[in-house]
Nanobody, 121 residues
Framework: QVQLVESGGGLVQPGGSLRLSCAAS????????MGWYRQAPGKQRELVAA???????NYADSVKGRFTISRDDAKNTVYLQMNSLKPEDTAVYYC???????????????WGQGTQVTVSS
């Protein structure tokens, strides 16, 4: 069983920064695209940022220039550095990844449990 566990969320003041981490564990052969999604109360879940195995990145327009996604394949971990945080960034942030669990397995998609990020004074 593959698990994704997020950490690093919390309460921060507007203009502040947070760094989210998502570590994959379990039966893992290879991790392909990894990404961060968020869901605010009453809103649909939206893509925040994604990064391919080759390092190509994609960001939502609302976070471009403020957030940076990165990955450490040696640790099976993806990060989201969030700077200049705004109240509208408040949401539960979810980690997502496409993972092949074994040499003979096909690629599957996984979600983490989510971590709360609250931006408020």
């Amino acid at each position: 069983q593959v698990q994704l566990v997020e950490s690093g969320g919390g309460l921060v003041q507007p203009g502040g920064s947070l760094r989210l981490s998502c570590a994959a564990s379990g039966s893992i052969f290879r991790i392909y695209t990894m990404g961060w999604y968020r869901q605010a109360p009453g809103k649909q879940r939206e893509l925040v940022a994604a990064i391919t195995r080759g390092g190509s990145t994609n960001y939502a327009d609302s976070v471009k220039g403020r957030f940076t996604i990165s990955r450490d394949d040696a640790k099976n971990t993806v990060y989201l550095q969030m700077n200049s945080l705004k109240p509208e960034d408040t949401a539960v942030y979810y980690c997502n990844a496409d993972i092949r669990s074994g040499y003979y397995s096909q690629q599957s998609n996984y979600w983490g449990q989510g971590t709360q990020v609250t931006v408020s004074s």
